[in-house]
């Protein structure tokens, strides 16, 4: 079945006579006829599905106002005037937007502050009785993660729409791509997938085509009319109705059914869109076959009989390592996160992370180690513990898909672990344990898997959700152990289908040339059915032995990859990484900020001032060129913005730490920059990534916050000597701001360059309005800075 959204509503409350700067929300209680009368133009023109005039009306986001006690009054009374404006006529579907700011490590906001402050809008909506809740514009996948939970626990039985905005790289700022947010929110029980705002509908087409390809729910879309620019002072969006409404069969064939617009559209153009919508038939869709996928914040995994085989690094265990364990306990994750960092350097697709260290908080343990290795690489995580607080506490913390490890046929991990992993869309690795024991036989683990299977399946967990471990016991205290694990395997996709997993090194336990058994076991096990082993991705034993085997197997075509490997001999992966960690104090410093070794950069400052290294010589070998390969990362797609505000972090811990060693002869600061969103506009987010960037990168930093008025701006400017004024504008309606601060700049006889940015702001415009430069993004901004004060 087609629905029909409505369009833009700011712009039509700004023609009802809301004020620049002025709470948006706030109509509901003032001026409620003049909301009432845009839903009633919406319905009118055919929208099936109106939203609530409630994008903002979140605590965090109503506190800008004053107004953060007021959020039950506000939604409440943004529901009752959809459902009067309705009439029976239309569902309603209440609003929420992003709170504005990023969720930590990204941020300053906690999760679970971002969880209550979603919570209590999305009960007021639910309470006040709104059919549908819609979580839209998001740009970081972690703060859905919030919202999403919080709608499903405050707010049960009301279906909820999950709707991000992808940039014109096709993923959102914070680098998630369409299929990993499908695999995502799919699995957390999103009932509608979708993507609103930031791009047209001509861009979106591949974006939806992509999240129907990745789930089973209903895809929803609602694109902006066209790129906005300014004309003569007024905000143009270049697409009109007719061209609007034809792009909707487009995005129909591509596989939405959920249809509307974001910024710029009006009625009309709802009006044109449901035409072209009547007669259009709903393309049929075979269903899926569920495939098991994990996915980091931006990237996805498959697991599968039919793909190539997955290693999963077994590295951060500290069971049997007692310096990492020690290191643990004391609190410093540094060799978890250089294990997590060289294991995908190694090869590991995923990431076991293991925290049983005895007298610890193992919940706050885990919680901290999952935030870092998010924040380091993007190969999405197992969470191995039988602590059911800490895997939940790893759960939350994760920005993905996450695999459980283990959930076995034991009363304790059967009631706890498995709705956790119906809560947070978790996949788990079966273990066919019984509180009885290990069963000894194929067809002993063939039954308890049945039941394993059978019990997660009675939670809600469904094909796809499963990987199966074959149990591997020692061969030396039974000669059958290596013919039952390859029999179980070969069951195992017989009786299932589901792809399967072990643990490889228990089988040689006890004997002499390890190595030897178990690279050799592993080849038979990939024969047997192998899909995704738990190993050391360093023993290069085992890597060759894979890949002999992917050759003899034909997922290598003709031994063509085998060939080149053989042929390169190459240096070990684990002498490899022992390499890269040796390696001169300048170069190191550059890759350790490239990694966002914060923990290990000081040392290594300190290292090389001890070396006889200069202030400048480090900064500029080591710290400037780690944030231009960054920079070029960053434009090229390699890299995305959790890694870039990481590897910013780390550069500003280098420059403290220069500046303590070496106060005389270490550089100051670059220079001053004033930063502020524009008056009119209280959107602040990407100003704050930029600020951080820009402070970080060595520039002193005078944020003067959002919504700030332009004699603010030049008075901050010239008190402080600015050398740098950087004007932020989201909205088309506040973009003429800049002109004006600009145009006050130069009366008040400023000398400070002028860098302006923020969605709605282009190349065109700032040449117009007289800017210094434009950046696009805060990597930008600070080669910008530097280019503009002449800094190398």
Known sequence: MIHIFDGAMGTMLQAGGLKPGACPELMNIEQPEVVKNIHKAYIDAGSTIIETNTFGASSLKLEHYGLASRVAEINAAAVKIAKEAAAGRAKVAGSMGPTGRFVVPLGDLDFEDAYACFAEQAKALAEAGADYLIIETCIDIQEMRAALLAAKENAPGVPVICQLSYSEDGRTVTGTDPQSAAIILGAMGADVIGVNCSLGPEQLVPIVRTLAENCDVPISVQPNAGMPYLENGETVFPMGPEDFGRWGTELLAAGATYLGGCCGTTPSHIAALSAALRTAEEPLHAPKSRRLWLASRSKSVCIDKKLPTRLIGERINPTGRKKLAAEIREGSFLSVKKEAVNQVKAGAHLLDVNMGVGGIDQAAAMKKAVTEIAQLTDAPLAIDTSDAQALEAGLRAYPGRALINSVSYEPERIAEFLPLAKKYGAAILCLPITAEGVPKTAEERIEVMRKIIQAAKAQGLEDGDFL???????????????????????????????????????????????????????????????????????DESMQRALKASAALLGDDPNGLAFSQDEANLSVPKKAAVAKESNLAALPAIKQAVIDGEKDEIVELV?????????????????????????????GAGRMFLPQVLLSAETMRAAFNKLKELLPASSEADKGTVVIATVKGDVHDLGKNITGALLANSGFRLIDLGKDVDSTEIVRAAIESKADIVGLCALMT??????????????????????????????????????ADAYAADGVKAVKLAKDMLGID
Not at 491 to 518: A, D, H, K, V, W
Not at 614 to 621: R, W
């Open 468 to 538: 199966l471990d074959a149990l591997v016991m020692t061969v030396s205290a039974d000669k059958n152990a290596c013919y039952e694990v390859l029999i179980t395997l070969q069951m195992y996709r017989e009786r299932f289908g589901y792809p399967t997993t072990m643990g490889l090194s228990n089988i040689s336990f006890g004997l002499p040339n390890r190595p030897l058994i178990n690279s050799t076991f592993f080849a038979m096990c990939l024969a047997a059915g192998l899909d995704a082993p738990i190993m050391n991705p360093y």
């Open 606 to 634: 300190a290292r090389a001032v001890a070396e006889g290294h200069s202030a400048n010589e480090i900064t500029e070998k080591a710290l400037t060129a780690a944030m231009t390969d960054i920079g070029e990362d960053f």
């Open 733 to 770: 309606t506040t973009m003429v701001q800049i002109d004006k601060v600009i145009a006050d700049l130069k009366a008040a006889g400023c000398p400070a360059k002028v860098m302006v940015g923020g969605a709605a702001v282009t190349q065109e415009y700032a040449d117009n309005a007289g």
